[in-house]
């Protein structure tokens, strides 16, 4: 007993046995295999992904307006700036900023002195010009009368003497008069004629005066009264008035101010002249002509208009050229500078198939589209091509035909999917 080993030899396995256990694992590999590949092939699929909460529409066939949109701004075609007549000073002022007034309406009243001085001085020349006018006229017609008797005396004096002359030549043929005294008659004819014509000189020369101090006399009552006129003008325009009725834009001035001739006061504008002035890309203008419709959009209403002057060359820039809209139909509210959208109607397509714009399109790429199939309760994703946008619609050029129904909402949980199942309950028709 004392000589036996304390660890007991394991007893030799036998070679059989060695066999037996390498056979027990292979066919546990073996079964371990199997049971892999056959819970690989019965392994259920991923878990159905379904759609519940969507919005779908039905592609139907409506008209597109092929559209070249533009920023614009409200202007008023008819606008006037107010000026005083005269240095003076602002007595009244009648009217604000944005009010808006009748034509004749009183907006301001100015107080100028040396304007009133300026027409009392007026009236006073002009009353002694008119006096001063009608003394020459008086004057020339009393010298001319004068003139006109002496003429007619120097001629009757003429007269005389070539009578005489005639009767003292037919004397001297009969040997009565003498030669002395028939030159003496002689002397005396020549002279009477030497006074007269020179008389009638004188006469023509004053009568020719009298006229021009007779014309300058009443040209100078007729400057004073254009001038006075004028002045009374002046005056009448001191009550500055609405020249049409119309929107106060600005006032410049407050009452008290000093204001010197010519110093604006204040800017109406006629609001029913208003247009829309905007610009176009230069490569739209091919397309953009004038008479062609337009909608415009100002303070969330459409209005209709109609593209009435196009520029005929491009702006500093080079890059855009100025357009004019006018409205077909004047709108309630105009605000001169108020901007708005405009959308040029340059081509019109019928009956297009269409859909209301969604989230699809961003969420698609604008690249897809998913048709339902109502009968199985799926939704197809399709290739689909897109073309003009009108409003809330926009055109399918392919991918879908009038009467399909085509999920609208978001594509982004189930984009990289090519069949989806969808909830019948969970759709909500727009």
């Given at each position: 007993m004392a000589d036996e080993p304390?660890?007991?030899?394991?007893?030799?396995?036998?070679?059989?046995?060695?066999q037996q256990l390498n056979l027990l694992i292979f066919a546990l590999i073996m079964i371990a295999g199997i049971a892999a590949v056959t819970y690989y092939l019965l392994m259920p699929d991923d878990e159905v992904f379904v759609l519940k909460s969507y919005r779908f529409a039905?592609?139907?066939?409506?008209s597109f307006r092929q559209l070249v949109t533009a920023e614009g701004t409200v202007v008023p075609r008819i606008t006037k700036q107010l000026a005083t007549p005269a240095t003076g000073t602002v007595a009244q002022l009648l009217v604000k900023a944005g009010q808006d007034v009748c034509a004749g309406d009183v907006l301001c009243v100015i107080d100028s002195p040396s304007l009133m001085s300026e027409l009392n001085q007026l009236t006073k020349d002009l009353q002694q010009a008119r006096i001063d006018a009608k003394k020459v006229d008086l004057d020339s017609q009393v010298k001319v009368r004068e003139l006109e008797a002496s003429l007619l005396a120097a001629g009757n004096d003429m007269n005389e003497a070539?009578?005489?002359?005639?009767?003292s030549e037919r004397l001297f043929e009969l040997g009565d008069v003498s030669k002395a005294d028939l030159e003496k008659y002689r002397r005396a004819a020549e002279e009477a004629k030497r006074e007269y014509e020179s008389l009638c000189l004188t006469y023509e020369a004053t009568v020719e005066k009298f006229k021009f101090d007779v014309e300058l006399a009443r040209t100078k009552v007729a400057d004073l009264e254009q001038r006075l006129n004028e002045t009374q003008k002046d005056i009448d325009a001191l009550v500055v008035k609405a020249p049409f009725a119309g929107r106060v834009l600005e006032i410049t001035v407050s009452e008290g101010d000093a204001v010197q001739k010519g110093a604006s006061l204040l800017t109406i504008a006629d609001l029913s002249s208003s247009y829309v002035s905007a610009e176009i890309p230069v490569n739209a203008l091919s397309l953009v002509k004038v008479g062609q419709p337009v909608s415009i959009s100002l303070f969330g209403e459409k209005l209709p208009g109609t593209v009435s002057y196009i520029a005929p060359q491009a702006s500093l820039s080079a890059t855009s050229v100025a357009l004019e809209v006018v409205f077909d139909r004047m709108p309630n509210t105009v605000i001169p500078k108020a901007a708005c959208l405009l959308e040029i109607e340059v081509a019109k397509k019928e009956s297009a198939n269409s859909l209301p714009r969604d989230h699809y399109l961003t969420s698609g790429d604008s690249m897809y589209i998913y048709v339902l199939d109502p009968e199985s309760n799926t939704a197809r994703k399709v290739p689909a091509r897109f073309g003009l946008i009108d409003g809330g619609y926009v055109e399918i050029v392919s991918g879908a035909e009038k009467g399909d129904l085509v999920i609208v909402s978001s594509y982004d949980e189930f984009i990289d999917k090519e069949v989806v199942t969808v909830s019948a309950e969970g759709g909500t028709r727009v």
């Open positions: 304390i660890v007991l030899k394991r007893p030799k396995r036998s070679a059989r046995s060695r039905e592609v139907t066939q409506r070539l009578r005489m002359l005639e009767v």
